[in-house]
């Protein structure tokens, strides 16, 4: 089945930084890779996802890049707020537009130091 | 928020009780999903209903079993639990077709004495 991989387990940046979260996966045929943000006590909520026909998205300060060569995709966050501290998760799966569960990383706390 | 609805918000039980966790939508999606969150794992996968037909049992134990009475409702009945079984146990749901997008509940904290 597949495995994904997210580094790292903690990030602390100061404010206005920029915040990068990597991930790995290892079935090939996953093609569909969403990220979710999970404040203190609340569920989690989609961000931003990819499909593996794209190689970059960007909303705003979110962006998410894909290399299927390398079975990584990567979150980048540019100009941190206080409000973007949460820990976040990226997932892969094998969309067909059926229902396929989604395999998770283990999660990134995210700090913005003020 | 009130998408996707889950009740209760907490549940204590003993290791000998049933009890069944209720999750429902209110989105018109056709695929429903169960996942377990621990501390310290990454959130897991037990099961997934496509328009009332489980599709996938993430090799989860028995003691927890999934009902799907139409698409808009799912079910975790749970009996002779363990102490390892506390977590938090996520309800999602997707429309499926185009749309992978998967929208989560607010959860339910389980706690196994």
């Known amino acids: 089945g597949e495995n994904v991989e997210q580094h790292p387990s903690t990030l602390s940046v100061q404010e206005g930084d920029s915040a990068v979260i990597k991930c790995t996966y290892s079935d090939s045929a996953s093609n569909y890779f969403p990220w979710y943000k999970q404040e203190l006590g609340k569920r989690p909520q989609l961000i931003i996802d990819i499909r593996s026909n794209v190689g970059e998205k960007k909303d705003q300060r979110i962006a998410v890049t894909l290399n299927k060569t390398a079975k990584h995709f990567s979150l980048h966050i540019t100009e941190t707020q206080p409000e973007d501290s949460a820990v976040y998760f990226c997932a892969a799966s094998k969309s067909g537009g059926g229902a396929d569960g989604l395999t998770f990383g283990k999660g990134t706390h995210l700090i913005i130091q003020p | 928020e009130t998408g996707v609805t889950q009740t209760p918000r907490h549940l204590v039980m003993g290791m000998t009780n049933k009890k069944s966790l209720k999750c429902e939508q209110h989105?018109?999606?056709?695929?429903m999903y169960w996942y377990k969150q621990s501390a310290k794992k990454p959130l897991e996968l037990m099961f997934v209903y496509n328009f009332k037909e489980q599709t996938e049992n993430n090799s989860v134990p028995s003691r927890f079993s999934p009902e799907c009475p139409n698409s808009s409702h799912l079910f975790l009945h749970l009996h002779t639990l363990q102490p390892e079984d506390s977590a938090l146990y996520l309800c999602?749901?997707?429309?499926?077709?185009?749309?992978?997008?998967?929208?989560f509940g607010p959860g339910t904290r389980l706690t196994v004495l």
């Open positions: 989105l018109g999606h056709n695929a």
């Open positions: 999602a749901s997707s429309p499926q077709g185009t749309d992978d997008t998967q929208y």
